[in-house]
């Protein structure tokens, strides 16, 4: 569980119910949801993103309702709210209409956000402790990957922060499970150590359409080409000085691009 006061737990719950009296469909994504799966305080964040099923005007009547429960948006970033006994939360709509446009734009802003992948982030969700007495929908490993490979791909400078993630679950992908000693690992020929890699890579293409299989062949080739700043972006995309490693990180992308090229 993540660390929440009593306050903010009621503020996830009064979120949780607005939706539910909207019939609208609340799901945590994000860095948060890696945190939720994974104890892994060197990523730990600050803010809690949902994405929730609800198009542009249902979307501003869900807004109306927030701040009239003393909810203040951000002036600059249109998903950003801190709730009234201070969360930070982003939230960021995607209704069927929306999510079947792909993207969507902010009114105000005029900023342009992809949903490619966000009708996984509904279909996959998983029931999660979120603190006590407070359970919610949370994106699986699986989600989040597709999601950050996504959200990097679409804005690589703003996006940095993705590889983290990233290169996190490469490494942490079902290593606690019984599939890291299955035969696909050792028909692969892998070690222990790149397991994740290959079963993430494996499961991702299972989960994938079309056109979100081209997007992460494309970070593959992006974050693969070593004459690139985003090779060595993705090399030091680790808290950890260990991990911080040309070789370990070209044999970890070279698996999952193995795994998922597997059919």
């Not at 993705?234 to 490693?245: G, L, Q």
């Not at 370990?248 to 698996?255: I, M, N, P, V």
Request: aromatic share 8%; glycine share 4%.
């Amino acid at each position: 569980m993540i660390e929440l006061s009593k306050d903010e737990i009621d503020d996830l719950r009064d979120l949780s119910q607005l939706c539910e009296q909207m019939n609208a469909d609340l799901v945590v994504v994000g860095a948060i949801a890696y945190q939720l799966h994974y104890s892994d305080d060197e990523l730990k964040t600050g803010d809690i993103d949902f994405a929730i099923a609800l198009d542009l005007v249902d979307f501003a009547k869900l807004q109306a309702d927030l701040s009239a429960m003393g909810w203040a948006q951000d002036a600059k970033r249109e998903e950003r709210w801190r709730s009234k006994h201070g969360a930070l939360l982003d939230l960021i709509p995607a209704g069927k209409a929306l999510r079947e446009s792909r993207q969507f734009t902010w009114p105000k802003s005029e900023l342009t956000m992809s949903l490619l992948g966000f009708d996984h982030a509904f279909s996959e969700a998983q029931l999660v402790t979120v603190a006590d007495g407070l359970v919610l929908p949370v994106i699986p490993p699986i989600v989040l990957m597709l999601l950050k490979i996504i959200a990097y791909i679409d804005d690589q400078q703003r996006r940095g922060k993705d590889l983290f993630h990233i290169r996190a679950l490469l490494s942490r992908y079902q290593a606690d499970s019984d599939r890291v000693f299955t035969e696909a690992i050792t028909d692969a020929g892998l070690e222990y150590s790149l397991a994740s890699s290959f079963l993430l890579g494996l499961d991702l293409r299972a989960l994938c359409t079309e056109d979100e299989t081209e997007l992460v062949r494309r970070f593959v080739a992006l974050v693969g080409d070593e004459d690139k700043s985003a090779w060595w972006a993705f090399v030091n995309a680790s808290h950890r000085s260990s991990e911080r490693d040309e070789d370990a990180a070209r044999e970890q992308l070279k698996t999952f691009s193995h795994g998922f090229s597997t059919n």
